[in-house]
């Protein structure tokens, strides 16, 4: 979540001044026919009542096969998506400077499919080509969006109500659907961030279960994380690194000085040497859960932050994982000091929320509210 006005250091703390401007901006994605016209309307009255000014980035996609620019009508798939990019950024930006200027203390922009949706509909290599094209890196926009919630399409799970009648710009058959589904999922694979709503239940439930995740990210009413972690056995890379449901990012975190029972952090994760930066603060409520609070910053603002590093410990060096497996979002880290084990973590919604392991995952112990295993510890030793 970007706190724009910069007044809360740590969580839990409170700066004797006016309220900050929290902005925070999440994409809502999916297959086709999963939901996202229903779920924009269930969002606006939730978040509105919640004190949000919210504010909906229409998708792109749609706006443009309505008013006469298809892909069809393009000499090739790569020209439609290079102008439905183009379309795309300059409409975030106009809402992201709307949103600065807006009179409310906290304002939440939705975007109904954000820009990474296009790598579903273009091979790697054009997509490539496109970034390459306008200067964007494929790291950078990932982090441009707070969270993504992906809503997985009906035709996976509920295909008795998948239909075409409800979108003219839907072609799909359910085959297609399903998918543009999974490639669309692969595409937001490797956000920190990422939700997947499936189709376990009936729509108004998924459509709960949607809302309930946004609040929790939001930290509605608390900023908490809630998170179980495993100590792992050495995971089979080769398994990870060959789904295009795992995204691989470098980690390196470093510890600040900090007062008390807080703990402050700077963390740079690049893929491909695409860098981005994250300042977080964490208090612990329980063992399962934490007051967090995360905000991104600029490489200046970490270079500085790593003055007030913590020199009683290390920097900690790691490969991080993330995946999805059974519509679950899991993330494996692997330390290069540790040649037979790994840490498997979750973050959840809730702290009854029942979890499936991967099958290819061997299990030690879980160490949720083992100390011995946190990253600080872990920092402290090595």
Same mark, same amino acid.
């Given at each position: 979540m970007k706190n724009y006005n910069e007044v809360l250091e740590s969580a839990g703390k409170v700066v004797e001044m006016a309220s900050p401007k929290e902005i925070t901006k999440i994409v809502i994605t999916g297959g086709p026919c999963a939901g996202k016209t229903t779920a924009m309307s269930r969002i606006n009255e939730t978040f509105t009542q919640m004190g949000y000014a919210v504010m909906f980035v229409p998708e792109t996609s749609t706006e443009l096969i309505s008013n006469g620019v298809a892909p069809w009508r393009c000499n090739s798939g790569l020209d439609y998506q290079d102008v439905l990019l183009d379309v795309q950024l300059n409409k975030e930006k106009a809402f992201e400077k709307a949103a600065k200027v807006n009179k409310a203390n906290k304002i939440l922009i939705v975007c109904d499919r954000g820009m990474l949706d296009s790598k579903a509909y273009v091979s790697k290599e054009d997509f490539?080509?496109?970034?390459?094209?306008?200067?964007?890196?494929?790291?950078?926009?990932?982090? @441009? *969006? +707070?969270?993504?919630f992906h809503l997985v399409t009906a035709a996976d799970g509920a295909e008795e109500f998948y239909t075409l009648t409800n979108n003219k710009a839907r072609t799909e058959t359910p085959e297609q659907a399903i998918e543009l589904d999974r490639k669309t999922m692969s595409a937001w694979t490797g956000h920190p961030h990422l939700r997947i709503i499936d189709n376990s239940s009936d729509f108004d439930t998924k459509m709960k279960k949607l809302i309930g995740e946004?609040? @929790?990210?939001?930290?509605?009413?608390?900023?908490?994380?809630?998170?179980?972690?495993?100590?792992?056995?050495?995971? !089979?890379?080769?398994?990870?690194?060959?789904?295009?449901?795992?995204?691989? =990012?470098?980690?390196?975190?470093? *510890?600040?000085? @900090?007062?008390?029972?807080?703990?402050?952090?700077?963390?740079?994760?690049?893929?491909?040497?695409?860098?981005?930066?994250?300042?977080?603060?964490?208090?612990?409520?329980?063992?399962?859960?934490?007051?967090?609070?995360?905000?991104? =910053?600029?490489?200046?603002?970490?270079?500085?932050?790593?003055?007030? $590093?913590?020199?009683?410990?290390?920097?900690?060096?790691? &490969?991080?994982?993330?995946? /999805?497996?059974? %519509?679950? *979002?899991?993330?494996? +880290?692997? *330390?290069?000091?540790?040649?037979?084990?790994?840490?498997?973590?979750?973050?959840?919604?809730?702290? +009854?929320?029942?979890?499936?392991?991967?099958?290819?995952? %061997?299990? =030690?112990?879980? /160490? &949720?509210? !083992?100390?011995?295993?946190?990253?600080? @510890?872990? $920092? %402290?030793?090595?």
């Open positions: 490539e080509k496109i970034l390459q094209k306008k200067s964007l890196k494929e790291m950078e926009i990932l982090n @441009s *969006y +707070d969270a993504v946004i609040a @929790s990210f939001l930290g509605e009413p608390k900023p908490y994380e809630i998170e179980r972690k495993y100590l792992i056995k050495y995971p !089979d890379l080769k398994i990870l690194e060959s789904s295009p449901y795992c995204k691989k =990012i470098d980690i390196i975190q470093t *510890y600040l000085l @900090s007062d008390g029972d807080e703990e402050v952090r700077v963390r740079q994760s690049g893929i491909n040497g695409e860098y981005t930066y994250t300042k977080t603060s964490k208090k612990k409520i329980t063992g399962l859960k934490r007051i967090e609070v995360e905000k991104r =910053i600029s490489k200046d603002e970490y270079l500085n932050y790593l003055m007030q $590093a913590d020199t009683s410990k290390k920097q900690i060096r790691k &490969t991080r994982y993330r995946f /999805v497996y059974k %519509n679950q *979002y899991f993330e494996i +880290d692997v *330390y290069p000091f540790w040649k037979d084990k790994a840490i498997m973590e979750i973050e959840l919604k809730d702290e +009854d929320q029942k979890i499936e392991v991967p099958k290819f995952v %061997n299990v =030690i112990k879980e /160490v &949720t509210e !083992d100390d011995e295993y946190k990253n600080s @510890s872990l $920092a %402290n030793e090595k």
